[in-house]
């Protein structure tokens, strides 16, 4: 896949003098992201595909041994296929069109279904005629208050409801499964063993001996104002619950990680169009790249940059408003960014790499769809143990600045 490659994003900068927001991807950081997981969880990775789209993500996280990928629908399913035809995929929308049903199972070999509601599987048993090798894995629903999405006030079944919802499954012939989400952006690691305990109360009282289980996603990345714990956490809560289940050998376990795979293999670099006193005004914004500033509250880190020009050591609470003639295209906080900031300047945002460029419209005219390479770390929040201060590590030089 052609796409130009630079060092670090000052260089991106420097060389193209970008007047439209610009996705710095690390393809190296995505390939370690992808190990760990690979080395880390003993089952099944499967990429969430919502979380970013991008055909090298998807063909880089394929590269790296990651062969398996969550999508919700056939779209999703289509450009995995377009990564590799040996890709495979999970249709784990809980509520599916029929069509799609239909599609994904004759056209792209699609085995593996979710559904939290009896007349999905209906659905299943009147659009798929043959059901030998297909699984359906049941979703329930998990205790909230520990994710900054909560995605089971809109998907997950009651304990009772899943119980009779897998002995339907097995009675009508599919493999039977269950699956959960402890949400997105999880804070705490325990959530996963509060989920496998309702596990284990699900399979004793349905007396179906599982084919599959699925644990989600959830696994969090850093932001300047969230810190979530290590993901060796969750790693090692998971390993822990799944022990205590005591599962058959045959049954395969399955994750379905997406942003801690991918927010910190891309950051975004803008422009700033105008300043007014404490206020500027760039060239993306919420209806764009920063969706997620309003929907989960996540700041990014930030910094300037002004390349062969001196810019101010201090810095000050700016607000920050999109491009768009919309008077809520603005970010629901403030950003530490220096003093001197000004019309023509460029600012890299990190931790840009999850729920992004997926989330962009056209709204007002307006569309971020530039990428570009770089071999350049990370640009991340980092705590100082030391200080206790927050601070992040700088793309260009890989040191870390003080915010």
């Given at each position: 896949?052609?796409?130009?490659?630079?060092?670090?994003?000052?260089?991106?900068?420097?060389?193209?003098?970008?007047?439209?927001?610009?996705?710095?991807?690390?393809?190296?950081?995505?390939?370690?992201?992808?190990?760990?997981?690979?080395?880390?969880?003993?089952?099944?990775?499967?990429?969430?595909?919502?979380?970013?789209?991008?055909?090298?993500?998807?063909?880089?996280?394929?590269?790296?041994?990651?062969?398996?990928?969550?999508?919700?629908?056939?779209?999703?399913?289509?450009?995995?296929?377009?990564?590799?035809?040996?890709?495979?995929?999970?249709?784990?929308?809980?509520?599916?069109?029929?069509?799609?049903?239909?599609?994904?199972?004759?056209?792209?070999?699609?085995?593996?279904?979710?559904?939290?509601?009896?007349?999905?599987?209906?659905?299943?048993?009147?659009?798929?005629?043959?059901?030998?090798?297909?699984?359906v894995l049941v979703r329930f629903a998990t205790p909230g208050g520990v994710a900054r999405y909560e995605l089971s006030r809109k998907f997950g079944a009651t304990?009772?409801?899943?119980?009779?919802?897998?002995?339907?499954?097995?009675?009508?012939?599919?493999?039977?499964?269950?699956?959960?989400?402890?949400?997105?952006?999880?804070?705490?690691?325990?959530?996963?063993?509060?989920?496998?305990?309702?596990?284990?109360?699900?399979?004793?009282?349905?007396?179906?001996?599982?084919?599959?289980?699925?644990?989600?996603?959830?696994?969090?990345?850093?932001?300047?104002?969230?810190?979530?714990?290590?993901?060796?956490?969750?790693?090692?809560?998971?390993?822990?619950?799944?022990?205590?289940?005591?599962?058959?050998?045959?049954?395969?376990?399955?994750?379905?990680?997406?942003?801690?795979?991918?927010?910190?293999?891309?950051?975004?670099?803008?422009?700033?169009?105008?300043?007014?006193?404490?206020?500027?005004?760039?060239?993306?914004?919420?209806?764009?790249?920063?969706?997620?500033?309003?929907?989960?509250?996540?700041?990014?880190?930030?910094?300037?940059?002004?390349?062969?020009?001196?810019?101010?050591?201090?810095?000050?609470?700016?607000?920050?408003?999109?491009?768009?003639?919309?008077?809520?295209?603005?970010?629901?906080?403030?950003?530490?960014?220096?003093?001197?900031?000004?019309?023509?300047?460029?600012?890299?945002?990190?931790?840009?790499?999850?729920?992004?460029?997926?989330?962009?419209?056209?709204?007002?005219?307006?569309?971020?769809?530039?990428?570009?390479?770089?071999?350049?770390?990370?640009?991340?929040?980092?705590?100082?143990?030391?200080?206790?201060?927050?601070?992040?590590?700088?793309?260009?030089?890989?040191?870390?600045?003080?915010?």
């Amino acid at each position: 896949m052609n796409m130009r490659h630079f060092v670090h994003t000052d260089a991106v900068v420097a060389a193209l003098q970008p007047g439209h927001p610009v996705y710095c991807l690390r393809p190296a950081e995505l390939q370690a992201a992808a190990k760990r997981f690979l080395e880390s969880f003993s089952g099944r990775v499967l990429y969430a595909v919502k979380c970013n789209p991008h055909p090298l993500v998807l063909k880089t996280l394929f590269d790296a041994g990651i062969h398996n990928f969550d999508t919700a629908s056939l779209g999703e399913i289509a450009l995995v296929n377009e990564v590799d035809t040996n890709a495979v995929s999970f249709f784990m929308h809980p509520i599916k069109i029929r069509s799609e049903i239909v599609d994904s199972y004759k056209k792209y070999n699609v085995k593996h279904f979710v559904i939290d509601h009896i007349d999905e599987l209906r659905k299943l048993q009147q659009e798929i005629m043959d059901v030998r090798g297909v699984a359906v894995l049941v979703r329930f629903a998990t205790p909230g208050g520990v994710a900054r999405y909560e995605l089971s006030r809109k998907f997950g079944a009651t304990v009772d409801d899943a119980c009779s919802l897998l002995r339907a499954v097995r009675d009508a012939g599919f493999e039977p499964g269950l699956a959960f989400h402890v949400g997105s952006q999880c804070h705490s690691p325990d959530a996963f063993l509060s989920a496998l305990l309702l596990t284990g109360a699900i399979i004793e009282q349905s007396g179906v001996e599982l084919r599959f289980l699925d644990v989600g996603g959830g696994f969090p990345a850093p932001y300047f104002n969230d810190e979530p714990p290590p993901l060796s956490e969750y790693f090692r809560a998971i390993k822990l619950g799944i022990q205590e289940l005591g599962l058959a050998k045959q049954c395969t376990i399955m994750c379905e990680p997406g942003r801690a795979l991918v927010a910190a293999a891309c950051s975004l670099i803008v422009q700033v169009l105008l300043r007014k006193e404490d206020a500027i005004y760039i060239n993306d914004g919420v209806y764009h790249s920063f969706a997620e500033t309003v929907t989960g509250g996540l700041k990014p880190p930030v910094r300037l940059i002004r390349p062969g020009q001196p810019q101010a050591e201090e810095t000050g609470e700016f607000t920050v408003y999109g491009p768009t003639c919309d008077n809520t295209d603005c970010l629901p906080y403030r950003l530490p960014i220096p003093v001197d900031v000004r019309e023509g300047d460029w600012l890299e945002l990190g931790q840009m790499g999850a729920y992004s460029n997926a989330m962009a419209s056209k709204f007002n005219g307006f569309h971020a769809d530039t990428f570009v390479t770089v071999d350049a770390l990370p640009f991340l929040p980092e705590t100082s143990l030391a200080t206790g201060t927050t601070q992040m590590r700088n793309s260009s030089s890989n040191t870390s600045v003080s915010q």
